[in-house]
């Protein structure tokens, strides 16, 4: 299969990076990635200086996600696709690109709220990855770190975005009745063989954070059941426990992090094949499972 993009970084802003520091490390299970700017702290599940990006900030929320593309061409398709659809690009600063190790970075803000960084020459890390919580590693040769989905009142705009601007291809979609008189739509995105890299959630208002969750999926289902044990011993709310989701196949938990948006460990997803054909309409999450274990 040719693609053209990874997801390669998400960028989150939180009044304390070392708050999530444990978090990060003994519950999911990452390892600390290259140093960043002052007050920065970052975060890898792979052989790349880093996969999160933690700033000192307000938002408590994602602020940038990085999109990797896989050649000088691909790069260069994606901005101009961007360029030709009128969305404002920004080349990054020298700053930028030592700061992100990159060597090609341009920005351009996505409807949903948060800023896209299409990068190129993303740096490796200057020490191998082993993580002792995760022995079995994480799956992200060729598909990026894992996954990001975003709420967003500018759903329309958002698939345009993702579709026409960056080159991605839904996936499929779910709509289902979460509660009288609510309806939830969720469409998901592929640029490579990852099931989705990113998807939307059609918000009916704004929400308070943009980013609901990030996922990383480790090589290992045993992997999980022990995230989902240092998860529930930790005492943080596990929106989701252990489940099968019915249109990415993926089995997974939901972690409440400390600020707010989930993190998602699962195992064993589908992958995209072509031509893909599995683009429909599903109406539930889950196959089984993925209930809630402790809410505060």
Known sequence: MHYDLEIGYLGIEVPEPAALSPFFAEVIGLMPGEPGAAGTLTWRNDAKAHRLIIQPGPASDAVFVGLEATSTAAFDRTAQRLGDLDYELVEGSAADLAERQVTRLVKALAPWGVRVELVA?????????????????????????????????????????????????????????????????????????????????????????????????????????????????????????????????????????????????????????????GNRRYDSMSIWGHQPLRLA
Not at 178 to 191: K, S
């Open 121 to 277: 020459g993303f740096a490796d890390a200057t020490a191998p990855f082993s993580s002792g919580l995760v022995p079995g590693g994480f799956v992200t040769h060729s598909v990026g770190f894992g996954h990001a989905v975003f709420a967003t009142t500018a759903f329309d705009q958002s698939h345009r975005f993702l579709t026409a601007g960056l080159g991605f291809t839904q996936s499929d979609w779910v709509e289902l009745q979460i509660a009288e008189g609510i309806e939830l739509e969720v469409r998901f995105y592929h640029c490579n063989p990852r099931h989705h890299s990113i998807a939307v959630a059609h918000a009916p208002f704004d929400l308070p954070q943009k980013l609901h969750h990030l996922m990383v999926e480790t090589t290992r289902r045993d992997d999980v059941t022990a995230a989902f044990g240092r998860a529930r011993d930790s005492g943080l709310d596990i929106p989701m426990g252990l489940g099968l989701h019915d249109n990415d196949r993926m089995f997974s938990f939901y972690v409440k992090s400390p600020v707010g948006f989930l993190v998602e460990v699962g195992h064993g997803a589908r992958t995209i094949t072509e031509p893909w054909t």
